[in-house]
């Protein structure tokens, strides 16, 4: 099983662990964090099931599903939770997701994660094309994905069902040549 460490200048990203659900529940659990998520604020018998789902993933052969935490350089504590999902059939590809505590916003912390994620992809994980979907309403997600080298590819319509009904998604993307040139 191949484990996650990847360090960038203010943050680091690791496979979670069942020391994590604490520090995950705070943004799982928060509305304010899963406001622009497709699901309400977990409970944290549902972020303890997240965190052993996680961990299965870690150990599967072909590895497609990591789930990070968003580890604080400086202080190593917890701060936030990121996703990679490389697809099945487009082994190439991966969808990216994250979730930051509220108390991080605004810091510019949004767009050193999605670098940190995409420079894991690329390098770490070698695929060609890395994508993510944003509620239309995140300008914070927005602007991190923007600002981070990902460019906007469009909208789809209705593309997620939330508590509150069907929701629109704006995807982003960012390819594996484009990202090392910049």
């Known amino acids: 099983m191949r484990r996650v460490v990847c360090e960038g200048e203010r943050l680091g990203l690791r496979d979670v662990t069942e020391a994590d659900v604490g520090a995950l529940h705070a943004i799982y659990g928060d509305p304010a964090a899963t406001q622009h998520m497709p699901f309400a604020p977990r409970s944290l018998p549902e972020v303890v099931d997240l965190v052993d789902q996680a961990m299965e993933a870690a150990s599967a052969e072909p590895r497609r599903l990591y789930v990070l935490a968003v580890v604080d ?3 190593r504590g917890v701060i936030g939770v990121a996703r990679l999902n490389i697809e099945a059939d487009h082994p190439h590809s991966a969808e990216i997701g994250f979730g930051l505590h509220h108390d991080q916003w605004g810091r ?12 894991f992809g690329f390098k770490q994980l070698g695929l060609h094309r890395i994508w993510g979907a944003r509620s239309p309403a ?31 998604s704006v995807v982003h993307s960012a390819l594996e040549d484009e990202w090392t040139e910049r």
């Open 73 to 75: 350089a400086e202080r």
């Open 108 to 119: 510019g912390i949004g767009t050193d994660l999605v670098r940190l994620l995409l420079s």
């Open 138 to 168: 995140n300008l914070p997600g927005q602007l991190a994905m923007l600002t981070a080298g990902m460019v906007e590819e469009g909208r789809i319509r209705h593309h997620v069902h939330t508590p509150h009904g069907w929701r629109d």
